[in-house]
């Protein structure tokens, strides 16, 4: 079975800090997917990024970053330099990979963590 | 190029009333999911289809619910009769062909039924 944690509910920060989400996730898939999803106020669920289970390096897109760890089994997302349109619950979520024979890629997600930049 | 559209975007009904949710997925996507969103559960997924062919409908809450797709380009969640516990915000997503994992969403739809 699979699961994803993210342990931290809601956060608050003042713009221009930086902020860690956490993920925590289970599976006994040995190749997996790992991903993280926006939902802005507005409701729609924004694909942000992919991470192979083989591929520990971590990513940096602008603002985000992301650092994923296999001996620990999370994949964190940091925002720097936090501006008030990051304001959105953020997803983390896991799906099998077609090596591992499930084919079908479905999702779990985590409960989301909302966080809130205020100016 | 069009992303995965969704109608209608709001819907408000009475209880015992058929809904139906409609989904048009990302042109040459293989895979097409519905996706349920509530504060109290999150994101559960209810059916995913792949190349219109239902794989795994384990996620259906009842037989009140049914889904369908009839070509590549079209799929319908149906909820018959409604219950107000139906409430909550229904995402279709799709992904694309050439195992590419991630999927892509759609606006959803907020089903509220009275």
């Known amino acids: 079975a699979q699961k994803v944690t993210q342990a931290q509910t809601e956060i608050s920060v003042v713009e221009k800090e930086d902020v860690t989400l956490d993920c925590v996730y289970e599976?006994?898939?040995?190749?997996?997917?790992l991903f993280w999803y926006k939902q802005p106020p507005s409701g729609e669920l924004v694909f942000l990024i992919r991470r192979n289970s083989f591929d520990e390096q971590n990513e940096i897109s602008g603002r985000y970053s992301w650092n994923f760890q296999k001996s620990t089994s999370s994949f964190n997302f940091t925002i720097t330099a936090s501006q008030v349109v990051d304001s959105a619950v953020y997803f983390c979520?896991?799906?099998?990979?077609?090596?591992?024979?499930?084919?079908?890629?479905?999702?779990?997600f985590g409960k989301g963590t909302k966080l809130s930049v205020i100016p | 190029d069009a992303g995965v559209i969704q109608s209608p975007r709001h819907e408000v009904t009475e209880m015992g009333q058929e809904v139906t949710l409609r989904c048009k997925p990302i042109?040459?996507?293989?895979?097409l999911f519905w996706y349920r969103q509530t504060m109290m559960r999150g994101l559960e997924l209810l059916i995913y289809?792949?190349?219109?062919?239902?794989?795994?409908d384990s996620g259906m809450p009842e037989d009140r619910f049914s889904a369908k797709m009839p070509n590549a380009s079209f799929s319908t969640l149906k909820i018959q009769p409604s219950e107000p516990r139906d409430s909550a915000v229904y995402f279709c997503?799709?992904?694309?062909?050439?195992?590419?994992?991630?999927?892509?969403f759609g606006p959803g739809t907020r089903l509220t039924v009275l």
């Open positions: 042109s040459g996507h293989d895979y």
């Open positions: 997503a799709s992904r694309g062909r050439g195992g590419l994992p991630e999927q892509f």
């Open positions: 979520a896991l799906s099998a990979s077609a090596y591992s024979g499930a084919g079908s890629y479905q999702l779990t």
């Open positions: 289809f792949n190349n219109n062919v239902p794989i795994d």
């Open positions: 599976t006994r898939d040995t190749t997996y997917y």
